[in-house]
């Protein structure tokens, strides 16, 4: 898919999730999801179906949530077709980026990758408060679990997360260590999932806090060339 700004996500598709592509003037076909991020995604495609494949041909996605009995229609375009020993795999572009953001976020945050850079595990107690913004009252304490020098993922248990009333926004204050301290900022949340009887959320630091962003970047990448686990 060329340079991306966005690293793409190996997936393994373990989420309830389907995918069929259709070429216009074909039936669609079923297809397996290999990568993603926000910006598009890598499937493979049976080597025996004759479908066009071409780079430049535009296609329909259908993404089925197979729980949630729904299914969300995304307009792509084929960028790269490649061959390899189990058939060909396409590097597919959105044609609307924003509109996958706004429909699948939530369901498929894992999936859509929209991070930056990469995670890294964090693997020392490292407790973050939440406090939702324009509803100030006690904060949620949760745990980090991975950061990246555009966001970080916590957990918390259920009651937590009942407490914090659906909110979107918070005020965030991080301890990752006695050396870089409590960073304090705003964050948004971008995915939310339940597993293991723990809830994930997946918060971007705010990019409207340009002032301290920079900051924050420099403490998160101090933390993750000393403490951090590898990128996941």
Same mark, same amino acid.
């Given at each position: ?21 259709? %070429? ?26 004759? %479908? ?181």
């Amino acid at each position: 898919m060329g340079r991306r700004s966005h690293y793409r996500v190996k997936v393994d598709t373990v989420d309830p999730v389907q995918i069929t592509l259709a %070429v216009r003037g074909w039936p669609p076909i079923g297809v397996r999801l290999r990568d993603a991020n926000a910006h598009g995604i890598a499937v493979d495609v049976d080597p025996d179906l004759p %479908v066009p494949t071409s780079p430049g041909n535009q296609v329909e996605l259908t993404v089925w949530l197979v729980m949630r009995h729904r299914a969300v229609v995304v307009p792509a375009k084929i960028v790269t077709e490649t061959t390899h020993e189990h058939g060909r795999r396409l590097g597919l572009h959105f044609v609307d980026p924003d509109s996958v953001d706004r429909e699948l976020a939530c369901e498929l945050g894992v999936v859509f990758n929209r991070r930056g850079g990469p995670r890294h595990a964090i693997r020392e107690f490292s407790p973050v408060s939440l406090v939702p913004v324009g509803a100030p009252g006690p904060a949620v304490i949760a745990t980090a679990c991975d950061v990246s020098s555009c966001g970080v993922g916590v957990t918390m248990a259920p009651m937590d997360d009942s407490r914090l009333s659906g909110a979107t926004h918070f005020r965030a204050q991080i301890e990752l260590d006695e050396a870089g301290g409590v960073i304090d900022t705003r964050v948004e949340l971008r995915h939310r999932r339940l597993s293991g009887g723990r809830v994930t959320y997946g918060l971007r630091f705010d990019p409207e806090e340009s002032d301290g962003l920079a900051a924050i970047r420099t403490a998160i990448q101090t933390f993750i060339e000393t403490r951090a686990a590898a990128p996941a």
